[in-house]
């Protein structure tokens, strides 16, 4: 089986530009959670669909929003870019029922 | 205070050397999780745990649900086991399993 993909691999954008990361999950999954890894704060939720459903939301501001595809695909949008906004975003698949997630290699976005 | 949290922040190791890195957890979870994250920033998933002890070759992670305590131990290490090694919980307060709270991380040094 494929893994999880994420495109675009990486990413250059200015202040006040809006973004769309997507993410394929591995075949068969359809939770999708993403998350944000920056220096300073490490490792952090941002959201999890589920079937077309946002199920759980980190405590991000409203210009981080996300969706899912019918065929489980996820995407995220980052509107009004920040400075603060750089940094490497991961989306991670799994099984309904399994705690196991599987990530893919992220996108690297900066903000310049 | 961190919900997670993970000692020690760096790591230096002959190789050869036994390791072991710990994390302790505040909150009820239903899965605590290893991770493991090389220089590029793909996270693989090394272990998942909700009760006592799992072994994959040289690694071994075992989990201490009454004292919420787990440790990651590294057998005979070798300079390619270099990487960052994240502890992640999962389903705290009987919430999503697609929700992971992460830990500050581990950077592991392994020298030949």
């Known amino acids: 089986k494929a893994g999880v993909t994420q495109t675009p691999r990486y990413l250059i954008k200015t202040r006040g530009q809006q973004v769309t990361l997507s993410c394929s999950p591995i075949s068969g999954h359809r939770s999708v959670s993403w998350y944000q890894q920056t220096p300073g704060q490490g490792l952090q939720f941002l959201f999890e669909y589920f079937s077309e459903t946002q199920r759980n939301k980190g405590n991000f501001p409203g210009r981080f929003s996300g969706r899912q595809f019918s065929n489980s695909r996820s995407e995220m949008n980052v509107s009004t870019l920040e400075l603060g906004d750089s940094a490497l975003y991961l989306c991670a698949s799994r099984v309904a029922g399994s705690d196991t997630q599987y990530f893919g290699p992220g996108t690297r976005l900066t903000v310049l | 205070k961190n919900e997670v949290e993970q000692s020690p922040q760096n790591l230096t190791a002959q190789e050869g050397e036994f390791i072991t890195i710990n994390c302790s957890y505040s909150v009820g979870i239903s899965a605590l999780h290893w991770l493991q994250q090389h220089p590029g920033g793909g996270i693989v998933s090394l272990f998942m745990l909700s009760s006592g002890k799992k072994k994959h070759g040289r690694l071994i992670a075992t989990i201490n649900i009454q004292e919420k305590h787990s440790s990651l131990h590294i057998t005979a290490s070798h300079p390619r086991d270099s990487a960052v090694y994240i502890c992640?919980?999962?389903?705290?307060?009987?919430?999503?399993?697609?929700?992971?709270?992460f830990g500050k991380g581990t950077k592991l040094s392994v020298k030949p």
């Open positions: 992640a919980v999962s389903g705290q307060y009987g919430g999503s399993q697609g929700n992971l709270i």
